[in-house]
């Protein structure tokens, strides 16, 4: 498979996984309880699994080591597990309705600080097209 079409397999498992999230937070706020369904409880780990495994992919492809050679990839990597972490908490760790909404809006924050640095190539992610 081209790099090209891994890379865009990629950015579709990303725009899923964020689409999937957004509409697990809006049914989580209220009551983490309205998320029954096991559609949205199986279908975002196949697709969040497929979304790393695309990341993967193109990081051996690209000889990209995060913590190694890519500072933007280790960057990414340390918001993936930030952004799992406030994630759990605004759907379902969350204790009160205001937790959740404060960690579903952190967890949007730090999606789009790992899209800014994969655009950017950047730690900065955002700040680095100033």
């Given at each position: 498979?081209?790099?090209?079409?891994?890379?865009?397999?990629h950015?579709?498992?990303?725009?899923?996984?964020?689409?999937?999230?957004?509409?697990?937070?809006?049914?989580?706020?209220?009551?983490?309880?309205?998320?029954?369904?096991?559609?949205?409880?199986?279908?975002?780990?196949?697709?969040?699994?497929?979304?790393?495994?695309m990341?993967?992919?193109?990081?051996?492809?690209?000889?990209?080591?995060?913590?190694?050679?890519?500072?933007?990839?280790?960057?990414?990597?340390?918001?993936?597990?930030?952004?799992?972490?406030?994630?759990?908490?605004?759907?379902?760790?969350?204790?009160?309705?205001?937790?959740?909404?404060?960690?579903?809006?952190?967890?949007?924050?730090?999606?789009?600080?790992?899209?800014?640095?994969?655009?950017?190539?950047?730690?900065?992610?955002?700040?680095?097209?100033?």
């Open positions: 498979m081209p790099y090209v079409a891994i890379k865009h397999a950015m579709m498992f990303a725009l899923i996984s964020i689409t999937l999230f957004m509409l697990r937070a809006w049914l989580a706020v209220p009551s983490p309880a309205r998320v029954k369904s096991k559609l949205l409880k199986i279908l975002p780990h196949i697709v969040d699994t497929l979304l790393l495994a990341g993967i992919w193109l990081a051996v492809l690209s000889n990209q080591i995060p913590f190694g050679n890519s500072p933007w990839l280790t960057a990414k990597v340390i918001g993936l597990v930030l952004y799992i972490i406030v994630g759990t908490i605004a759907i379902k760790r969350g204790k009160t309705q205001s937790q959740r909404v404060v960690a579903t809006v952190a967890s949007l924050a730090i999606f789009a600080y790992i899209y800014g640095a994969a655009l950017s190539k950047s730690p900065w992610s955002w700040l680095a097209f100033s």
